[in-house]
C-alpha cells in the first residue's frame, strides 16, 4: 500500500507542477448561481448579454486585460458585467478561464436576469444593475480542503498570520492583488496565498470584503487549502502552490502603520463625495472619541485577556451585598430570574443574578463549565460574568453592573426621547457587533435565543452590552422551546423557531432586526398603537416600505435636522433584511455590520415581506397553545402569533 500510496502522490505532485510551467487555466468551480428572476424582453436581454461578454472577451483577449467591466443598456433588459483573472494567471490563461466561465454562466434557465461562476482562476458576474462597487454580499463563504495539515499548531498559527497581513496589505496595494509564500516554521512546508479585490470597489470596501473573506476562511485551519468567496474579493491559502514563486509580492511595505485608518477615512471620503465627507468625519471623530479613551484601560476585546477562571463568590457575601437580596435591591425580573444590584465589601457594585432553573443531577455538572466558559467571553458590547455562587439548589451568577440600565427605559420608559439618532445608531452597531462576536468569533458558537431592548444594558458611555447570553446553555437539552419560559420572548422570537423550534443563528438576526426597528420608531414591536392606524410595529414598518414613506417610522421624538434620511433609511432596510420570513436569506451578523458601515449596498438586496404580514403564511391555531402556556411575560401576549 505504502509505495503505492506515495507513487500516486509523486505522480500527483509531478502533475501539479508541470500544470502550473504549462497553460492552467485554474477552472475548477468553487461557486455559482442564476437570479431567479427572468428578463421581461428575452431577445433583447440576449442582445445586451451576447455584446457586454463580447466586450469583455475583446478586452482579455486583445487588450490583455486581468480585469474588465462592461455594460450594455439597450431597452428595457440591460445587463452588466464583470470579469476578473488572479492576476497570476497569463493572458492566455485568463482568456481561457474566461471562454469556460462564458459558457458555464449561460447554463442558468434560459432569460435568468443575472448570474455568477466563481474559479479558482477567475470570476465572471452578470446583473441586470450596475454592482461593480459591491463588496460583501449575502452569499459570502469559504470552501475547505478536505484534507488536515501536519502539525497544526504552526500551521494555524502560520495561515493566521498570512491571510491577516493579507487582509490589511492587499487594500492598500494598487490593483488590489497580493500573492505570498511564508515558510511554516518547523516543518518542510509552505503556505501559498493570495487576496484580490475588484478593482472597481474602495479602499476601504476592499478591506471590507476582505475582513468578512477572512473570517471565513479561518473556519478552513488547519486543512491545507481553503477559499473564501464574496461578491467583491476572494482569498485563497494552501500548501500546494498555486501560482509561481516569481508571482509574489513583498507586501511588508504596506503592513507598516503610515497608511492609518485616519487616512483611509478621508480618503474613502473624498472619493464619496463632499457630503460624505463631512458625515463621515463627523462620525469618525466622535467615535474615536467616544471609544478610543475606554477601549483601552478595559482590555476587553482581543489582547489582553487573560483565560483565568471565574471567580467563586461566598453566599454570604452576596447575601449581604444584596441586603438579604432585598426588594429594593432589585433590578429586574428576567427570564431566568431576579437580579439585583449589590455592593461588595470592597465596595464595588455588581449585579447578581439568581438563576431559577430546575434541578437535575445533569445541571450540575454543567453549571461549572458553562460558566467558565461564559466567564471566557470578552467583549466590549457583551457585558461581562465576574463569578459564580451554588449553594445547594441555588445558582447565582455575579455580573458587571450598568449603571444606565436597560434600552427599553430608554426607548419606552423614563428615560423616553433621551437617545439622539448617532446614540442609536451606535446602539444598533454595538449590539450587531456583540452578536457577531457570540456566533463567529467565540471558539464556541453561543446562539442568544432572547434578544430584546431590556437585555441591551448601556454603560456609562451609552455604548451596548448584551446581557444574559449563554444562559440557555444552562438549560437541560430535552426542555423543549415552547414548554418553557426560557423560550425568548414571542414578539421578538423567530418564526421558524417560536413554531418549529427549529434555532440558529438567523433566530438572532431576527430578533435583532425587530429590536432595531424599536430603536428607530420607539415604538413595541409587540404594541398596537392607536395613532398609528393600530398596526404591529414590522406590519407597519413593511407597509411604510413598501410605499417608499420610510421615514414616517421614526420616533418623532428625534428631530429629523438631526439625522441622516439616507443613513435613517439603509437601517430600515436592514432591518426588514434581517426580519425576512425564511432564516436563510437574512445575512449573518457580520455581515449585518458590514452593511451597516457601508455605503450604496442595497441595489441588489431587497428585503422580502416579513412572515406575520403575509396573511397565507400567518401560523395555524395549532401552535397558539404553545404561546398560551408560555408565561414569559406581558409581551407574550403580543407575539407573531397574535396577528390573528
Ligand atoms: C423586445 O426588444 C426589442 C428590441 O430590443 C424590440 O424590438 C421588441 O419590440 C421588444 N419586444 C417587446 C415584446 O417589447
Ligand atoms: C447570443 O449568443 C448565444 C451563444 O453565443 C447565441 O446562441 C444567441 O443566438 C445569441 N443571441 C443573440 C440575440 O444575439
Ligand atoms: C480582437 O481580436 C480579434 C481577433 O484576434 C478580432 O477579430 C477582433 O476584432 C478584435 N476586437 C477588437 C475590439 O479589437
Ligand atoms: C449545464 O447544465 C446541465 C444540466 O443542468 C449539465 O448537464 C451541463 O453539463 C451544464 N453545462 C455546463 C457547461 O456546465
Ligand atoms: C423563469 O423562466 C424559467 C424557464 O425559462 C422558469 O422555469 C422560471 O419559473 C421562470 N422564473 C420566474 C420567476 O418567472
Ligand atoms: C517566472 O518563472 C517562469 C518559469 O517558472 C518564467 O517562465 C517567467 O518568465 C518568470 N516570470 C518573471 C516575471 O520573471
Known sequence: MRPKHNLLTLTITLLCSWSLTKADPQTSLINKGCSQYNATNLSNFYQNLNATLLDLKSQVRNDSKHFATAQ???????????????NYLSNSDCAACLAVADAQIRNCSAGSNGARVIYDGCFLRY?????????????????????AANGATAFNAAAQQVLEDLQTATPKIPGFFAATKTQVVGTGNAIYAIAQCAETVTQSGCLDCLT?????????????????????????????????????????????????????AIIGGVVGGVALVVILLALFAWFRLKKKPKKLPRGDILGATELKGPVTY????????????????????????????????????????????????????????????????????????????????????????MAN???????????????????????????????????????????????????????????????????????????????????????????????????????????????????????????????????????????????????????????????????????????LLCTQATAATRPTMSEIVVLLKSKNFMEHMKPTMPVFVNSNLRPRTDTSTSTASSTSNATAATSILSAR
Request: charged content about 25%.
Open 405 to 575: 440600565s436597560s434600552l427599553d427605559r430608554f426607548l419606552f420608559g423614563e428615560n423616553k426621547g433621551s437617545l439622539n439618532w448617532i446614540q442609536r445608531y451606535d446602539i444598533i452597531l454595538g449590539t450587531a457587533r456583540g452578536l457577531s462576536y457570540l456566533h463567529e468569533d467565540f471558539h464556541v458558537c453561543i446562539i442568544h435565543r432572547d434578544i430584546k431592548t431590556n437585555n441591551i444594558l448601556l454603560d456609562d458611555d451609552l455604548q451596548p452590552r448584551i446581557a444574559d447570553f449563554g444562559l440557555a446553555r444552562l438549560l437541560p437539552e430535552d426542555q423543549s422551546h415552547v414548554s418553557t419560559k426560557f423560550a425568548g420572548t414571542l414578539g421578538y422570537t423567530a418564526p421558524e423557531y417560536a413554531i418549529h423550534g427549529q434555532l440558529s443563528v438567523k433566530a438572532d438576526t431576527y430578533s435583532f432586526g425587530v429590536v432595531v426597528l424599536e430603536i428607530i420608531s420607539g415604538q413595541k414591536s409587540g404594541e398596537l398603537r392607536d395613532d398609528v392606524d393600530g398596526e404591529f410595529l414590522l406590519q407597519r414598518a413593511w407597509k411604510l416600505y413598501e410605499e417608499g414613506r420610510h421615514l414616517e417610522l421614526v420616533d418623532k421624538t428625534l428631530n429629523p435636522g438631526d439625522y441622516d434620511a439616507e443613513e435613517v433609511k439603509k437601517v430600515i432596510e436592514i432591518a
Open 212 to 264: 468578512v473573506g477572512f473570517t471565513n476562511i479561518q473556519s478552513c485551519f488547519p486543512n491545507t487549502d481553503g477559499r473564501a468567496f464574496d461578491a467583491g474579493c476572494f482569498m485563497r491559502y494552501s500548501e500546494k502552490s498555486f501560482f509561481a514563486d516569481n508571482q509574489t509580492i513583498d507586501i511588508a511595505p504596506f503592513l507598516k502603520q503610515g497608511g492609518s485608518s485616519k487616512k483611509r
Open 314 to 401: 461566598r453566599y454570604k457575601d452576596l447575601k449581604s451585598a444584596t441586603k438579604n437580596f432585598n426588594d429594593e435591591n432589585k433590578l429586574g425580573e428576567g427570564g431566568f430570574g431576579d437580579v439585583y444590584k449589590g455592593t461588595l465589601k470592597n465596595g464595588k457594585v455588581v449585579a447578581v443574578k439568581k438563576l431559577i432553573l430546575g434541578s437535575s443531577g445533569k445541571m450540575d455538572e454543567q453549571f461549572e463549565s458553562e460558566v467558565k466558559l461564559i466567564s471566557n467571553v470578552h467583549h466590549r458590547n457583551l457585558v461581562r460574568l465576574l463569578g459564580c455562587c451554588s449553594k445547594g439548589q441555588e445558582r447565582i451568577l455575579v455580573y458587571e453592573y
Open 127 to 147: 446583473e441586470s444593475n450596475g454592482f461593480f462597487d459591491q463588496t460583501t454580499q449575502p452569499g459570502n463563504s469559504m470552501i475547505c480542503g478536505s484534507q
Open 72 to 86: 450594455s443598456a439597450r431597452g428595457a433588459n440591460p445587463v452588466y458585467a464583470l470579469f476578473q483573472c488572479r
